[in-house]
């Protein structure tokens, strides 16, 4: 890149989540020349869509790029223009998008819709409106990149940057497929391996989700969330000791009525 892009991620509300981040957003303006990055010099993770609605936006300058966080559940059938549907995302109609399809509809859709807008249409413009691409030419940019990084396969493990391919839509559990694959990914990132205890807990996989929360303390001991979910782990069972210094001890499977209680706490 001819000029090294800053990301800044501020913190969600409630279980908003960023579907996407630094690494995912690099690998995007790796496939692009030059020419039409050029401007941006700054990507902001903010939690600034007002439920869904807005997804993304480009600052007054010109020169930043917003994504934003959304529900951990969601449809984005309703962000479509004409022309896309969900499938072309690896999402179905009427259903809830997997999270595989909200990112590749983050970073394929949305990241270059907003780097159309940098894109200078009249240099010698008085007024911004006029100066940059505005609505129908930013989708017009993001369309025709999108054709063109998808028209052939980009090696590289993570999906999202690749269109659906038909085991997607034969999975028959795409969101935990696709979460197991990014953990042994960045098999470090202690965020994703909480996404993916959560998860577990969701489909009742217990003793999976209790060793995502082994391998996430042990690469950071201290991180006050996974500690607190296995504490929980074992608190539930009734194993006081080892929920109050659960990082110490090994673990041990719990009876039916302590897995509810475990899954009932966490909300699942």
Known sequence: MSRRVQFSTLPTREKRIHYVDADDVRVVLSRL?????????????????????????????????????LPPRVSLTRSLVRGQSPRQFGATR??????????????????????????????????VRRKFAMETRAEEFATKWRK???????DH?????NPPTAAEFTDPDPELSHLVLRTQQRPNDVNLLQKLERLYLKRR??????????KAI??????PWTNLHLG?????????????????LPSSRGDAAAERRYADANGS
Request: hydrophobic content about 35%; proline content about 5%.
């Open 33 to 69: 020349p030059d020419e039409v990055k050029a401007r941006l010099l700054t990507v902001k993770f903010n939690d600034r869509s007002r439920g869904a609605r807005t997804l993304g936006y480009v600052n007054r300058g010109r020169r930043e790029i917003a994504l934003c966080a």
């Open 94 to 127: 009427g259903e809830q998008w997997s999270s595989l399809a909200v990112r590749r509809f983050m970073l394929y859709d949305v990241l270059l819709h907003e780097l159309g807008h940098l894109q200078i249409i009249h240099e010698r413009a008085n007024s």
């Open 148 to 154: 063109q990084l998808w028209a052939k396969p980009f």
């Open 157 to 161: 493990p993570d999906p999202a940057h």
């Open 205 to 214: 996989k217990y003793q999976d989700a209790k060793e995502a929360l082994d």
């Open 218 to 223: 042990a690469i950071n001991p201290r991180n």
């Open 232 to 248: 929980n782990w074992y608190y539930f069972r009734e194993q006081f000791t080892e929920a109050i210094n659960p990082t110490t």
